[in-house]
């Protein structure tokens, strides 16, 4: 048996970039090392995949018992197929010198259907290549496909009780879409056994391709004499003008020419990085504050999400609340009272509790100050649909939202230190010296989203009551934040 060069993978790497195709094979010490919530990602997948089986019930596994060892799969898949078995998980196959490994394969009276399981609510590109790169092996291995499917997560379904598998996937062919595919597969996997044949790493330089359709995981290696802060970070550039000014030789934003085409906000991003100059538009500013209405109600949620629905009246990646920090202000640059909730990661519903809780502490009639108002908002709205008894209550506090975001996202105040983005992470230490989320253990959204849903499904491997702590304290940043930043802007304009 011809030893396989290529696998599925390593074909999809190869059709977005020679060098990374190339250094997964010779120079795998330099690629970026996988981060916590990545190898969460990774996790996740593969529990999607061993729930999808269930669609298919009773198969044989071909699974082998070692990562590089793939004969024994193949010889047991073979096994399989000509045993009269019907459903086969992990079943593996290698012509060509490119081994493919398919998810799930199934004989009915028509023939064999091969079944790709995906995390992902929605079938890309990729997707699709890699169902043809798989087929192309399988049939040329001797095995006619009728059908080729993905599977992937229906992101409508509502989780009533059981689970209900038919409902959370949706099934989908590819066969067509595979036949328009206009590359020569043959070609491409001969060209690519070229490239892992060579003697050096392909002269390729940095592009789009890096970071679409997904980062790359050499971005370490092949970015790193971009600056920390670049034309890169320039907000809402084009990938087009990125690249233009990179090719150009300009990498500081200090060295774009003052006539380069930018919108009004990336002029103001690069003049004020250029000129040390900071924005402030006094008069949008004080009409922003003098139409609040105290007391103001300085609110932030923390969520966690999950491929598969957990609770009732939940849908597939739906952001469940489980932690809310509040700070009250009655008088402008008042003193403030801080309120706080965390759900018990017990594995139960975190909601009914959250809901009552947030009712309580938000009553009154003051504005209720947010960061990224859609953000709130919608998690309150979901709230109501999943919880109607409280449906009138809850749309109230959506009436009151005020969002802190927009005198940023206007660039209504800009100082360079804000790196041309208006997230609060940027905004805090721009405004305000002794306060950063530099010195806390959980210092963004996603790590604790991450901490609280290995708190709630018992894989957590720190100390609980330590990750409470850092919970608590990340979240009452936020909310603190929001306090001290509406301060400075408030003195600032003289506001008061
Ligand atoms: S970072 Fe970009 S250039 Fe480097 S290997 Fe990855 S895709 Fe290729």
């Not at 919530?37 to 996740?44: D, G, R």
């Not at 991450?450 to 709630?456: D, K, L």
């Not at 850092?470 to 603190?480: A, N, P, R, S, V």
């Amino acid at each position: 048996m011809q030893k396989h060069v290529l696998s599925k993978s390593t074909f999809i790497r190869g059709l977005k970039c020679s060098k990374s195709l190339y250094l997964n094979k010779h120079n795998r010490d330099l690629k970026d090392e996988l981060s916590e919530m990545q190898k969460a990602i990774f996790n996740q997948g593969d529990m999607v995949g061993e729930l999808a089986q269930q669609l298919f019930p009773n198969g044989i596994d071909c699974t082998t018992k070692t990562f590089y060892n793939f004969e024994d799969a193949i010889k047991k898949t073979q096994l399989c197929i000509h045993g009269g078995k019907k459903v086969i998980y992990e079943a593996a196959f290698q012509f060509n010198g490119v081994l493919a490994i398919l998810d799930i394969l199934v004989k009915n009276e028509n023939g064999w259907k091969a079944y790709e399981v995906k995390s992902s609510t929605s079938i890309s590109k990729t997707h699709i290549n890699d169902a043809a790169i798989q087929s192309y092996v399988i049939e040329n291995s001797g095995l006619k496909l009728e059908d080729v499917f993905i599977v992937h997560i229906n992101n409508k379904y509502v989780k009533k009780n059981e689970l209900d598998l038919e409902k959370l996937f949706t099934v989908t062919s590819v066969k067509d879409e595979i036949s328009k595919i206009e590359m020569d597969i043959s070609k491409e996997i001969e060209n690519q056994k070229k490239i892992l044949n060579q003697k050096d790493i392909p002269p390729k330089d940095i592009g789009p391709h890096c970071t679409s359709p997904y980062n790359c995981d050499f971005i370490g290696n092949c970015w790193e004499n971009i600056p920390k802060y670049s034309v890169f970070d320039i907000s809402n550039l084009s990938q087009e003008k990125k690249f233009d000014l990179f090719k150009k030789g300009i990498l500081k934003i200090d060295d774009i020419p003052t006539d380069y085409p930018l919108s009004k906000n990336q002029k103001i991003q690069v003049s004020c990085e250029q000129s040390n100059e900071k924005i402030i538009n006094e008069i949008k500013i004080s009409n922003f504050i003098s139409e609040l209405q105290l007391p103001l109600y300085y609110l932030d949620f923390e969520t966690f999400s999950s491929a598969v629905p957990i609770f009732n009246n939940s849908k597939p990646y739906e952001h469940m609340v489980f932690q809310f920090s509040l700070h009250i202000q009655k008088e402008r640059n008042g003193k403030t009272t801080h309120y706080e909730h965390l759900a018990v990661a017990d594995g139960s519903d975190p909601r009914l509790n959250f809901i009552k809780n947030l009712i309580k502490s938000c009553r009154g009639s003051g504005d209720i100050i947010v960061y990224n108002k859609s953000f709130e908002s919608s998690k309150i709205k979901q709230l109501a649909e999943a919880f109607p008894e409280y449906e009138i209550e809850l749309k109230q506090l959506i009436s009151r939202i005020k969002d802190l975001m927009v005198p940023f996202q206007k660039k209504w105040y800009y100082k360079k230190e804000m790196k041309g983005s208006y997230s609060i992470k940027n905004v805090l230490p721009a405004m305000i010296n002794n306060l950063s989320y530099e010195s806390l253990t959980i210092k963004e959204g996603g790590m604790a989203s991450h901490t609280f849903s290995q708190m709630m499904s018992g894989t957590f491997k720190g100390n609980n009551q330590n990750a409470r702590k850092d919970l608590l304290e990340y979240c009452k940043l936020d909310t603190l934040a929001m306090v001290e930043i509406l301060n400075k802007l408030t003195l600032e304009v003289k506001c008061i």
